[in-house]
């Protein structure tokens, strides 16, 4: 068990819905990053946060976005939802805001949209 | 259309051997580089990591080896166990600069280890 809560694990939803994925991170991990990895795509990263502000971003669409919440839980949600954003969503935190602190995964939640 | 799923490259190997997964990352800025290690219906884990001006690194059972020349990446697994058996993954960071990299990585598409008893 990494530390790192995500709910739901799993999701099916309809094409054009809008769903909130949630994370709760590690005891005293200020750092939280949303993954997709998809079987076409494979890992993407997403987005990071760290104590409540956006710190890096990657590939994520315009329907997507995140947020942080002074409780240090993370939020990622998906609108305007397409097939093709069918995946497993992998939230990880780690204590420090810098890529080379270990970071600690979740077991992720499963998005079926059907 | 049919959706085309990545063929991941796949490695055999006997309990107890020595395991060579290799990984071309991409961009030569990349100044710092993580292997992890995915079993299934898990999410990745940290195995070792690498600085850019480092070419080798041990831990415990795994060494990493950077080529950045040809930017080619590798990780070594020593009597390799059946519990090794996971897909492994590299991943590259480029530093942003100022001394801070934030947590910006890049993922190989990954190779699958099947370790046979």
């Known amino acids: 068990d990494s530390g790192v809560t995500q709910t739901p694990k799993h999701l099916i939803t309809a094409t054009g819905q809008r769903v909130t994925l949630r994370c709760s991170p590690r005891?005293?991990?200020?750092?939280v990053y949303w993954y997709q990895q998809s079987l076409d795509q494979g890992l993407q990263f997403l987005i990071q946060y760290y104590n409540g502000e956006e710190r890096a971003k990657g590939n994520i669409l315009e329907r997507f976005s995140a947020q942080q919440f002074p409780d240090l839980h993370s939020e990622l949600n998906l609108s305007s939802l397409e097939l093709g954003d069918s995946a497993l969503y992998f939230c990880?935190?780690?204590?420090?805001?810098?890529?080379?602190?270990?970071?600690?995964f979740g077991q992720g939640t499963r998005l079926t949209v059907v | 259309g049919e959706s085309v799923g990545l063929h991941l490259p796949t490695l055999s190997v006997q309990e107890g051997d020595n395991s060579i997964i290799n990984c071309a990352y991409s961009n030569s800025a990349s100044d710092y580089f993580i292997w992890y290690k995915q079993e299934s219906g898990k999410g990745p884990q940290f195995i070792i990591d690498i600085r850019s001006n480092m070419d080798k690194r041990q831990g415990q059972r795994v060494t990493v080896l950077l080529n950045k020349t040809v930017k080619h990446l590798s990780l070594q697994i020593a009597a390799t166990q059946p519990g090794d058996s996971a897909v492994y993954f590299c991943a590259e960071n480029i530093g942003v600069g100022g001394g801070t990299s934030y947590g910006k990585l890049t993922f190989g598409q990954g190779t699958i280890l099947t370790v046979h008893p």
């Open positions: 990880a935190s780690s204590l420090g805001q810098g890529v080379s602190t270990e970071a600690f």
């Open positions: 005891s005293g991990d200020l750092s």
